[in-house]
């Protein structure tokens, strides 16, 4: 049956395998489900990972070094951001050009909702490549 320790263990293997199924937007709701970033790891494209209580996906594999945190390479890592995968609305945040918005992305800024209508967009609601969704 294996101790209390070994279960949890062998649980929490089985727990962050399923997360790897989530959306970004439901990853987002459940960041604790993620594993913090650390050095020496070997990542993969599409893995996601905390750093300072904030999500990041992998968009670059490698293994990572300690001057290679997720706010230092954006080349290897973007934030998540709410509302960038189509499944929900998340509040607008302003993204870098490493986690634009896409086609079809969801956001409410300044109480309206709008929608990408753009691919790589990276310009704030209301000023280019958005339109108000009126349902």
């Known amino acids: 049956m294996g101790s209390l320790i070994e279960r949890a263990r062998a649980l929490r293997a089985t ?3 399923l997360a790897t ?5 439901d990853a987002l709701e459940a960041k ?3 594993s913090i970033w650390m050095v020496g790891k070997e990542y993969s494209v599409g893995d996601r990972v905390r750093y300072n209580d904030t999500l990041y996906k992998v968009l670059q594999a ?3 070094q300690a001057d290679w945190t997720p706010t230092n390479a954006p080349s290897l890592f973007a934030e998540i951001l709410p509302g ?3 499944t929900d609305i998340g509040e607008w945040v302003q993204p870098d050009s490493t986690n634009p918005y896409q086609i079809g992305d969801k956001v409410i800024h300044n109480g309206i909702i709008y929608e ?3 691919a790589n967009n990276v310009w704030e609601p ?3 490549g958005w339109q108000i969704v009126t349902e």
């Open 62 to 64: 490698h293994t990572s």
């Open 116 to 118: 990408c209508t753009v």
């Open 21 to 25: 199924n989530l959306t970004d937007n």
């Open 32 to 34: 604790e489900l993620f």
């Open 84 to 86: 960038q995968d189509g």
């Open 15 to 17: 727990i962050e395998e």
């Open 126 to 128: 209301g000023v280019y």
